[in-house]
């Protein structure tokens, strides 16, 4: 008898997450598709969603622990034999060396909730502050900009915005609902400004788009901002109750006139008019994304920053149709940082770092690859990955990979043999989305999402690892609870709510109301209404200004990207990476058939002009080079609309063509440590 | 009856609806070229325009296909080929007003959209909820919507400049 359910469910074929209806027979998933109560995407879900069915049934999944021979081949062996021998080892390394000659590596193809957090509880609980993870290349200096300046992760308010401006961020491709909210807001009469070098998917949408080059975007905020000071469209009553640093902001906003920011940026003087325009219209609802486009650049933080801050003279901080700062479920956490901080233990990265570590307590996966090289200043033999593909994703390829061979261990937990995996002394079969237990929430919605153990394939989930490892390594007191499920609930416990009341509504479990400017109502409390050192929106941080970060003010200052400092005659063009596809996420997905056929490499994008001098023709073969490191790849010619001359973009996650054997690991944003990974200076020569 | 209706303000062109199409219809490949919606990226005007067989009430490919291959569904009002007894003979590719119906160079035959029995996977992909499914009624509602809040903003203007000029 055929065993069929419909479970309503959150997709993780990215981090957006989607609600999905997960068809499910005798257990095995045949069907996915949008589930349309879900208060997020209403029904609707990208093809790497729908696709899914084909990956989590993939002939090539494993479901059996891997051991490489000594020959160099994998072996199949029991996960009990696998976890005993894993353990031992790393607790060899910690003997041998020190205990913080280990660490554990989360992917993004995990998630950012609990799965994070049981890694960072793990590694901590067996003595190593080494945690890393995929964040310290995407996210987490955005997380650092915005909450420097609203001390928490705020959410724009699309929907209800009158202005949208979105700056080096493509939504239907890289947070595919937040394009519907988008529209809704453009429904209402919203203005869409989008800032792109790259004319992209959502650009075409767009009411006003600049293209900017690359790196520059905090020139045209500051004029911008010297602009709204200037025809005096801000709110004072705002700026005087709820900020610090107008002064020094509006002094230093002064020298950025049209000329100058044209001189910089490429954009004219009557598109910042057309811009201001737009705000002194639509403010205090207007809502600013920046993307990884802004994040790749050595000024990263920065621009950040300086983007949201004419949010914030504009008076739309909680207000609707702004930057909503939302308040949270209140779960519990799972990281033991006070009880276990191990600073003296020397995170990687922390000491050159430290806002960083300090903000997100995230080690540096760069300057591990140089540690683990040059055992300086301490050695780092042992590492388990889940959910990571650094072979592909990090940047500097070449130096990953001998780093990665240089570890005494490498544990590489996944659902299938990747890249990184290849380099594994051992890997450990992975648990999908649908096969575990895990909360998600929204603040922005005030909503909650639980998903279940679906399918059981007998696959170890993250927990299962961890507790797996802790209770070998003498640590098992750290992971008391069965089971993901029991996890769960004690996470909720100081909420009020269960497992159970999450799953009366798996399309989106309501936990409050949103309440807007509760900044106001802190404040006639008498609480700080901010969550920053000051309690106000920082216009100036006076944290940032004691960490001493060389070259760095308390202002969210200019700086020319790494680029432009060095002129560079040998690399002439300027490479951007890391432009997603709508087919795949990273390096993830090139195994599902119908989607490779329909992208099978990847490809350079270049200017016609530019191609044209180069005499090379769409899809030809081209060799790329940087100083770095150089691969073969093709041509895409583009519209001359699409990208500016004399810049190109390759995306990343294609093996054969891996970008990231180009990009740099020793260029980075003094303040997030991020590589500028739009940055990369490149010569292209044609394959005869 | 239930319709494909298309946003042209709303469509950016990511092309999630061609792709679950493709494989919707191919079962093996996202590939454009199994796609019966296309959609058209016109860059120097700034305009994208997706598009589907509209399944006509006066069908002119049905009307004209002599293997009377080219039925109704009754239940969706879609209107459907059937590729065993189509005779390739594309009659109904010229008849088609707006290009949509596609010719299968493999199998030989016309194939179009058919709706995916009432569950068009392209509207499920629709990322930006450009397309949807669904009645007249429900299309003019929210056209009418946008047009009244174009008058609202309208009147709202008019009358803030009345008020000037009589403050004068």
């Known amino acids: 008898m055929t065993n069929k359910k419909v479970v309503k469910t959150t997709c993780r074929m990215c981090g957006t997450l989607c609600g999905i209806d997960a068809h499910i027979e005798n257990n095995k998933v045949v069907h996915i598709e949008g589930n349309k109560d879900n208060i997020l995407n209403k029904g609707r879900l990208c093809i790497k969603g729908s696709s899914a069915v084909t990956w989590l049934n993939h002939p090539d999944r494993i479901y059996k622990p891997l051991k490489k ?6 072996e199949e062996i029991e996960l009990e034999q696998a976890m005993d021998e894993i353990a031992e080892k790393l607790m060899e390394l910690q003997k041998k060396y020190a ?7 989360k992917g993004e193809g995990i998630d950012f909730a609990q799965q994070e957090e049981l ?5 901590h609980s067996v003595g190593s502050p080494n945690y890393f993870s995929n964040d310290t290349q995407c996210f987490a200096s955005r997380y650092l900009s915005f909450n420097l300046v609203y001390g928490c992760w705020p959410q724009a308010d699309y929907e209800n915005s009158k202005m949208i401006i979105n700056w080096g961020t493509n939504a239907p491709v890289s947070h595919s609902y937040w394009m519907q909210q988008i529209n809704e807001g453009r429904e209402k009469g919203a203005t869409l400004v989008v800032i792109d070098t790259r004319y992209t998917d959502i650009a075409r949408q767009a009411d006003i788009y600049i293209q900017i080059k690359p790196g520059t975007d905090a020139a045209l905020a500051w004029g911008i901002m010297r602009e709204m000071i200037r025809r005096d469209e801000i709110d004072h009553e705002f700026i005087d109750n709820f900020t610090v640093g107008f002064e020094q902001l509006k002094a230093y906003a002064e020298q950025f006139t049209f000329e100058k920011v044209y001189e910089i940026t490429g954009v004219q003087g009557k598109d910042i008019t057309r811009i201001v325009d737009a705000i002194a219209k639509a403010r205090p609802s207007v809502s600013s994304w920046a993307g990884t486009g802004l994040e790749h650049q050595t000024n990263g933080v920065n621009s950040i920053r300086a983007v949201t801050m004419i949010d914030a003279l504009s008076g739309s901080v909680d207000r609707k149709g702004g930057m909503k700062t939302p308040k949270g479920l209140g779960m519990r956490g799972l990281t033991i940082y006070d009880e276990k901080p191990l600073l003296e233990l020397k995170p990687v990265g922390a000491d050159r770092y430290p806002v960083l570590y ?10 591990l690859m140089d540690q683990i090289i040059s055992e300086k200043p301490y050695p780092i033999k042992g590492l388990v990955m889940t959910a990571a593909n650094p072979v592909l994703t990090n940047a500097n390829s070449n130096k990953v990979e001998e780093a990665l061979s240089k ?3 490498l544990v590489v937990k996944d659902l299938f043999i990747t890249e990184t995996g290849k380099m594994a002394d051992y890997i450990l079969p992975a648990a999908s989305y649908l096969e575990r237990e895990e909360i998600f929430s929204n603040s922005a919605k005030q909503a909650a999402f639980i998903t279940g153990k679906y399918i059981d394939n007998g696959l170890q989930t993250e927990y299962e690892l961890f507790k797996g490892l802790a209770d070998r390594m003498g640590s098992g007191e750290y992971f008391q609870w069965k089971n993901d499920h029991e996890v769960n609930e004690w996470l909720l416990e100081p909420t009020g709510y269960t497992v159970a009341d999450l799953k009366t509504n798996p399309s989106g479990f309501i936990f409050g109301e949103y309440e807007y400017e509760k900044h106001r109502v802190k404040a006639s409390n008498g609480e700080k209404p901010f969550n920053t050192p000051s309690g106000k929106v920082e216009l100036f941080s006076q944290y940032l200004v004691e960490k001493g970060i060389k070259g760095l003010d308390g202002i969210p200052e200019y700086h020319d990207p790494s680029y432009m400092e ?23 997905y090139r195994n599902i058939p119908q989607l490779y056929k329909s992208d099978p490499h990847g490809y350079l994008e270049m200017h016609p002009e530019d191609a044209k001098e180069l005499g090379v023709n769409n899809n030809d073969r081209i060799k790329i080079s940087s100083r770095v490191g150089s691969l073969e790849t093709y041509a895409r010619v583009m519209h001359e609309k699409e990208i500016m001359r004399g810049v190109v973009q390759h995306t990343h996650g294609y093996a054969k063509e891996n970008i990231n054997r180009l990009t740099y690991d020793d260029v980075t944003d003094p303040i997030s440590g991020f590589p500028a990974l739009k940055s990369v200076q490149i010569k292209i020569e044609k394959i005869d | 009856m239930k319709i494909i209706t298309m946003d042209t303000t709303k469509c950016v062109g990511c092309r999630n609806c061609e792709l679950a199409c493709a494989y919707m219809n191919s079962n093996t490949s996202c590939e454009r070229t199994y796609s019966k919606i296309r959609v058209n990226h016109y860059i120097d005007e700034q305009t994208l325009i997706p598009l589907t067989c509209l399944h006509c009430e006066e069908a002119w490919c049905l009307n004209v296909c002599p293997a009377a291959a080219i039925s109704r569904d009754e239940n969706t009002g879609a209107v459907i080929i059937d590729s065993d007894k189509c005779a390739g003979c594309k009659m109904c590719i010229l008849a088609c007003p707006y290009g949509n119906i596609q010719f299968d160079e493999k199998d030989l035959v016309s194939t179009k959209c058919n709706l995916c029995e009432g569950n068009p996977r392209c509207v499920g992909h629709c990322v930006g909820a450009a397309l949807n499914y ?14 009244d809040r174009k008058i609202m903003d309208a009147i709202k203007h008019q009358c803030k400049s009345m008020e000037v000029e009589n403050d004068k």
């Open chain 1, 358 to 367: 300090e903000r997100r307590q995230e080690c540096h996966t760069l300057m």
């Open chain 1, 407 to 409: 570890l005494d261990l």
């Open chain 1, 99 to 105: 205990p913080n000659a280990i660490g554990v590596w």
């Open chain 2, 134 to 147: 669904e009645d007249v009624e429900s299309f003019n509602e929210r056209a009418r919507k946008k047009v």
């Open chain 1, 566 to 588: 060095t002129k560079n005659t040998e690399y002439p063009f300027l490479l951007i990476t890391g432009a997603r596809v709508q087919k795949y996420f990273h390096g993830r």
């Open chain 1, 69 to 74: 021979n000594d020959q160099g081949e994998f």
């Open chain 1, 119 to 123: 890694a960072r509880r793990w590694i």
